[in-house]
Nanobody, 115 residues
C-alpha cells in the first residue's frame, strides 16, 4: 500500500486556523472510511475526525464545532479545516483509513499552536 501524504501544518497562534490535506491512493480512498489522527507530545495517537464514504462524519468532543473533515473525490484528498485552534491541539497530524491500516501511515504534518 502506498503511504498517505499529509500537508498543510504549521505554526499558528491560539484562535487561528489551518487547513490540512491528505493525498490518498484510489484504492484506499474508494474502499474505506477515512480519518485524521493526531499524536501530541508524550501522548498516544488518537483518532479525532472520521468521514464515511457517504460523507457522514464524527468528531471527538475536544474538536467538535472547531474542526471539519471533508473528502474531495475528484482530487482523492481528505481535508481537515481547523478553526479556533488551542495550544492543546499541538500535535503531529496523520490521515489513515478507519480502522487504521498499518501500511498506510505517512510522515504526518506538524501543527503547533502558540498561546
Amino acid at each position: 500500500q502506498v503511504p498517505l501524504v499529509e500537508s498543510g501544518g504549521g505554526v499558528v497562534q491560539a484562535g487561528g486556523s489551518l487547513r490540512l490535506s491528505c493525498a490518498a491512493s484510489t484504492s484506499i480512498f474508494n474502499l474505506y472510511a477515512m480519518g485524521w489522527y493526531r499524536q501530541g507530545p508524550g501522548k498516544q495517537r488518537e483518532l479525532v475526525a472520521t468521514i464515511l464514504r457517504s460523507g457522514s462524519n464524527n468528531y471527538i468532543d475536544a474538536v467538535k464545532g472547531r474542526f471539519t473533515i471533508s473528502r474531495d473525490s475528484a482530487k482523492r484528498t481528505i481535508n481537515l479545516q481547523m478553526n479556533s485552534l488551542k495550544p492543546e491541539d499541538t500535535a503531529v497530524y496523520y490521515c489513515n483509513a478507519v480502522p487504521e491500516r498499518g501500511d498506510s501511515w505517512g510522515q504526518g504534518t506538524q501543527v503547533t499552536v502558540s498561546s
